[in-house]
Every structure is written in C-alpha cells, then in structure tokens.
C-alpha cells in the first residue's frame, strides 16, 4: 500500500490508488496451507468488466461503496456495499460495475488445501452474495491480507493461511450467526436442542419431537437446519454417538448396555453409525481410548 490514504467511510483506510499483488505460495503453502494467488484494491468505473472460467481459484470480492454485477450459475447478482461474494472460479464467473458510481471494492483470489471444502459447505447454506452486518471485522482482515503480501517468509505464509481460514469461518458462520427467522423461531429451536441434549436415550423421532413441542414437523425440520446447521436427526445421532464415546473410554460397560444407554437399542444399527461417525468400530475405539489405569 503506499503511504497517500484515504478512509472509505468505514474507518479503515484504504490506499487511494489500485493495488494488484499476485503470490506465488512455497511448496509447504501448496501442501499446507490456505494461499493467495492474487490480491487488490479497485474503483472501477461502468466501463469495467472481468470474467473468469476455468481458473482453478475460489474468488472472494467485498464492495466498499458504489455497486457492481456479478453472473454466477446463469443468475445475476446485485453487488452492494458490505455485500461479500464467493465464487468457484473454475465455473464461469462474470462480475462488472454497475450504476453512474464508481464500483470500490477488494478482491482476493485464494486456494490451498481444503478449500473445497470449505466452499461447498458455504454453497449448501447460502446465495453466492451475503450481505455482512459487521463489515469492520471483514475490512480488518482484508487489510491484514494486503498488507501482510508485503513479507515473502514462511511466517508471512502462515499469517495469510490463518486469516483467509478466519475469513472463510466468518461467512461460512454468517447464516447461523444471523439466521433469518423470528426470536420466537429462535426460542423454540434452542428448547428442542436442549431437550436433545439431555434426553438422548429415548426414544425420538421427528414426529415425537413435533407432537411434544406442538410444532409443524416440517417447519420445525427447516428451522431447526438453518439455526443449527444439522437436522434434527442429525443432530441426536452427534450428540448419542459423542456419549457413547464416552461411555467407552471410562466403563467397562458392554457395548450391547452402551448402544441402549445412549438410545440406540439396535446393536447393530449402533455399530454401523457408530463407524461411519468415527471412522471405526466401538471395539476397536474402546481398544485405543479406554481407560487402562488399574487401581
């Protein structure tokens, strides 16, 4: 960044000219670690348009002020102020300035390992554009980003992988930090969770959980997905197969007695989510965890 600044309006300064700083990550960072192949600040004029396709790249833009256009997946986007998009730019991407103002806004191009991940959980849950209520906290780790690019060293690599993972976790969390349901909706979800925490062994079902807390099973369903991030279902099998564990590494109960302790009376059935979940069999997680100290 140069040393002639101006303050947008957020109060975080921004050079006033463009900045363009493309990386090349070290072989640790390719393996590693999250990395930014290109970073820069832009005000773009109506005349501007950019299009990528191909690009094995993911694309993070946040607009400052004025507007601009994005064309994702045959569908058109408004880009506003504290609008942040994030795109797979190995799908035709198309993104331009809009309206008679100067579209102001920071790009970032990253990659590294994971962030595949990363993206498809975000695309489950969310339009490419989400609209940030706390822009300050994104603005600050951009600005750390531009200006960490400055230092070529392993410990600038680390520093640049740990905020483009802070990035990524603060819109990944945006739809649960802000779901767009009521408090009452809020009120409701949260006595549900609760009573999955503490009443796992019995036996429940969506059905079960819609007659007790006299709700819609499909309303209750959808709400409960899009506050929490799981089904309901989902969410009971977590919470049964984190107790099993636990019974599993501190008793030297059965795991016939465990599977009904924790509302999986099924042996078997137990046995298979038990796996899935794990990534191994109850007897062979008992075998490396259990509690071996003999009195």
Not at 10 to 35: E, H, M, Q
Not at 269 to 275: A, E, G
Request: hydrophobic share 35%.
């Amino acid at each position: 960044m140069t040393t002639d600044q101006k303050n947008n309006g957020n109060g975080t300064p921004w050079s006033s000219d463009p900045v363009v700083i493309a990386r090349t990550p070290s072989a640790f960072a390719k393996r590693s670690l999250f990395y930014i192949q290109e970073i820069g600040y832009f005000k773009k004029t109506s005349a501007y348009a950019m299009e990528r396709k191909e690009l094995t790249s993911f694309l993070l833009v946040f607009t400052l002020s004025g507007q601009g256009e994005l064309l994702y997946r045959e569908k058109k986007y408004i880009l506003k102020p504290h609008d942040m998009l994030f795109v797979n730019c190995e799908e035709f991407v198309q993104y331009s300035s809009a309206g008679h103002e100067a579209w102001e806004f920071i790009s970032v191009n990253v990659y590294g390992n994971l962030i595949d991940n990363f993206y498809e959980q975000f695309a489950k849950h969310n339009k490419p554009v989400i609209s940030l209520n706390d822009p300050v906290t994104i603005l600050d780790k951009l600005r750390s980003l531009l200006c960490v690019q400055s230092d070529r060293t392993l410990s600038a690599e680390l520093l640049t992988s740990r905020l483009i993972s802070e990035l990524l976790t603060y819109i990944l969390q945006h739809p649960y930090d802000h779901p767009y349901v009521n408090q009452d909706t809020i009120t409701e979800v949260r006595k549900v969770q609760q009573y999955l925490d503490r009443s796992y062994s019995e036996r429940i079902t969506l059905d079960s959980l819609a007659d007790m807390f006299e709700l819609n099973k499909f309303n209750l369903a959808k709400n409960f997905k899009k506050q929490i991030g799981f089904s309901p279902i989902d969410y009971l099998i977590n919470v049964r197969i984190t107790a099993a564990q636990g019974w599993l590494k501190t008793s030297d109960e059965s795991i016939v007695d465990i599977a009904r302790f924790v509302g999986i009376p099924n042996t078997s059935h137990f046995i298979n989510l038990f796996k899935e979940h794990v990534g191994e069999t109850p007897h062979s997680f008992r075998k490396k965890w259990g509690n071996r100290t003999k009195l």
